[in-house]
């Protein structure tokens, strides 16, 4: 009982995410008045999570029999995770949604909190067990989300799509997980280590380095990596666009801290406060090759797209590519790179999105030729929009260059012959620079076709945009704060 | 002659079964044995799971694993026939091969 009053302790946000998830279908159920309660539940019950997170105390640990654990780097992975649903949650004005029209809000809150409960889960997964269970979790929710709109044929496609995809890529990672636990003889990430680190029975070197293969095609289709990166501009296309900035931020930034859980602590021994590599997987140059798969063929894919969901869902595919480049480190400064583009990531690619839904509210349009004359239309959403642009390019002082700055640091940091794949990403990054530009080109010099009317935007929209756009430009002010954060997080101990 | 089956055969039937699964998600159009397949790549692992724990050192970890498994599986369908119910609404087949109209 004492041991399940502790780990209860351990992940109270947990809990509250719980409770107003239960307590959105109830109120959805009664119908009527009550329903205009479960949009400020919701936020308050995610607030309240941010600020439980905020005030755990107490040593590492790993609680509820070893399943879930209770440290400093799940804590802030955790935070991004309630902070990207916050944000979704607030910036986007559901009420005034072309796409949501006529459909019920009470679901949709529902299975935003679901996502986000198992992302919380997934994030601090201690056991192969829990990693499949919540990737799991995550995933069956994100399908009905993607469906939301069940009038529209697209959406129900999107779905079905990524749900053959999701459950492809799912059971592949079962059968390299069942291989992890047969050559391990354990379930708990902290017992693979303990085995890698000993003696392996003879010959399982093989089966290890397919499981590790068969591993990544579960992380690698969570963060929509190439060559499991399929179902991604069409689930964005096709899902309601709040649900595909979610997606876009959210279930990746989960998939990242178990990938790089994974890799730290299951594939990898710490050893004097640096990660050494398990002999028999060389997992970095595996993830390396997916890593300059992914960012080239989300860039060059990226060119040629008129719509904005496909080429920001390839743009995102791209950004994976960059993140992936943190955990190849294999390093501290890896590890805080992770975080530092994750935390970035959330703000500038919500913002795009936002933008994106926002003109479709008055618009009704996906397509970059109607961007044409944003700047006369609507300047608040054009200044907004090429802030969120540059904040993707990588450039300073917006905040996402400090996603790119760390990544490129901790790869070139590890030494010479890893400096060929940072000139890949930079190189990729020059690419992006390319589209990201194409947009704004759109927005304020290619001619109008007539002459549209100025934009109509909602006062919340406006003040979310404003609020979001201020977020890619403040933390620069004040990054010391920032980068302790990530140091405190993802610390190495000597042992 | 001992005919008393070993890990190996275990794993030789779960690799049948995975390769099988995989090929049928692939190459069905009919989105119902798509699903099959899923659930033959399951069960694969699930077999791979309890041979484990029954012989090797792992205990009943492997078992409790595949309990789990099973329950996945059947949330994961019920979202998936439902999705084929109203894509046959919508074209009135339950191909896959109709759903096409998101490209690029």
Redesign the interface.
Known sequence: MDALLESLARTVPEAIVCLGLLLVVVLDSAGGAARRAIGPISVLSLLLALVALSRETGAPVASWSGMIASDPLSALLRALILLGTLLVLLSFDLGRSRELKGLGLGEFHALLLAVAFACLLLASAND??MV??AL?MV??PS??LV?YL?RD??S??????Y??FG??SS??M??G???V??IA???SIAGVSAAMAGSLPAGSSFGLWLAALLVFAGFGFKVAAVPFHFWC??AY??APTPVAAFLSVVPKTAGFAVMMRFCFEALSLQRGGALALVEIVDWPQLLMWISVATMTLGNVAALT?T?MK?LLAYSSIAHAGYVMMGVVAMSEDGGRGVLVYLFTYVLMNLGAFGVVAAIHASEGSFDLRDYAGLHRRSPLLALAMATFLLSLMGLPPFVGFFGKLYVFGAIIARGPEFYWYAGVGAVNAAVAAFYYFRVMRAMVIDPETGTAPALSLGGREALALCALAALNVLPTLAWGRVDEWTRAAMVLLPR | MNLEPTLAHYLLVSAALFALGLLGLITRRNAVQALMGVELMLNSANLNLVAFSRFGTGGIDGQVFGTFVIVVAAAEVAVALALVLALYRMRRTPNLDAATTLRG
């Not at chain 1, 129900?156 to 799509?161: P, Y």
């Open positions: 192969l067990v499949y269970l799991e995933s069956i399908y009905v469906a069940k044929p697209r129900n496609e999107a779905a079905l799509k749900l053959l459950a492809a059971g592949t079962l059968y997980l069942s291989l636990y047969g003889g354990t379930t501009p069409d296309e096709g797209q719509n496909r």
